[in-house]
Each structure stands twice: as structure tokens, then as C-alpha cells.
């Protein structure tokens, strides 16, 4: 079974949430090890309120409280959203293995419940199985001992991604709970 960690960027916290950034990267909970071929695509606003993504005032206001780096994608053309839920599809599809692909997500409620209506809106089948959604944030609970060690900018779609999947492992790896 592969594991992928995926991370959203939206203007929105609800389940229409308009997505702006879609990363994630595969990652390999045995060996501890994350793939460096990762998934990376900034989404033009429009296309995605288009298709019935939603923004709301406090995530704007929370965005203009970030840092430059990490708004620096919103000076970035992003690809419309359907090109980026093509694109990371197919990018999925060469993933998985004859037991499928877990995918990852920061809550039960946030990034996979986000992308997979973003599918359901675009009429696109969701392209992991709906048993194989998994709560990063769930298992950041049980373990608060483990401090989460940032790669790149925080708040960059894969480079929250990566930071994510590198805390999990080790998280997993730890054995410490509460």
C-alpha cells in the first residue's frame, strides 16, 4: 500500500473551501523515506469559485497576515482547477500499487473532505478509495511529544506536505503516545 500526504491551500475552511494550492508528496512509512518526486499546483482562484469553491472574509484576512513566501503563489498564474484535479490524479494513479494508496490529510474535515467535493463539483470521479482516507492531524494528537520539524516555507502546499509526512513517520515511529 502506498502512502501520500496530501496538503491544501484555500481561501475557505469548509468542505467548498476554493482550493489555491494542491500539493503532496508519497511517502513510505517502512523505510521512513519521502519521495522527492512530489505533486505541486497552484490553482487559479476563478476556475475554482467557478466550479462552486467558496471564500470567506476571515481566511483572506488570515492569508494577509502570512508571510510574503507564503503568499507569494498568489502572484503565481495558477492552472484552472480541473487541469489541476486532472493532473493530480494521474500523478496519484502512479502511485498506487496493487493495495491501492492511503491518502493523507491534515483533519478528518480539512484536505481530503476539500479536494474530494472539489471532484464531486467537477463531476470527476475521487481518485483514491473513500476507505482509504486517513487523519494526520488524529495521529499528531495522540503523539505530542514529537515536534514537528518545517521544511520550506510554512504554509507552501508541498512543502507543508513534506513537513507533514516527515512528522508522521516519525510519530509512528516513536511509539510514544498518550
Known amino acids: ?15 467548498r473551501a476554493a482550493i489555491v494550492a494542491i500539493g503532496a508528496v508519497e511517502f513510505d512509512l517502512g523505510s521512513g523515506t519521502v519521495n522527492d518526486d512530489f505533486f505541486y499546483r497552484v490553482v487559479d482562484l476563478d476556475s475554482a469559485m467557478r466550479l462552486g469553491g467558496e471564500v470567506d472574509a476571515s481566511t483572506v484576512t488570515w492569508w494577509l497576515q ?4 507564503a503568499r507569494a503563489m498568489f502572484s503565481t498564474r495558477g ?3 480541473v487541469a489541476a484535479l486532472l493532473d493530480f490524479a494521474a500523478w496519484l494513479r502512479s502511485r498506487e500499487d496493487a493495495g491501492g494508496v492511503r491518502v493523507w490529510g491534515n ?6 473532505v476539500i479536494l474530494a467535493s472539489a471532484y464531486k463539483s467537477a463531476m470527476m470521479p475521487q481518485p483514491w478509495k473513500f476507505w482509504n482516507d486517513h487523519c494526520y492531524r488524529t495521529v499528531k494528537a495522540l503523539h505530542p511529544a514529537v515536534e514537528m520539524e518545517r521544511v520550506g516555507v510554512h504554509h507552501n502546499a508541498v512543502a507543508d506536505a513534506e513537513s507533514q509526512a516527515r512528522h508522521l513517520i516519525r510519530m509512528l515511529a516513536s511509539g510514544e503516545s498518550k
Open 1 to 15: 500500500m502506498s502512502d501520500v500526504m496530501l496538503d491544501l491551500e484555500t481561501m475557505g475552511n469548509g468542505p
Open 66 to 69: 502570512q508571510s510574503d513566501a
Open 79 to 81: 492552472v484552472p482547477m
Open 107 to 112: 483533519g478528518a474535515s480539512f484536505d481530503n
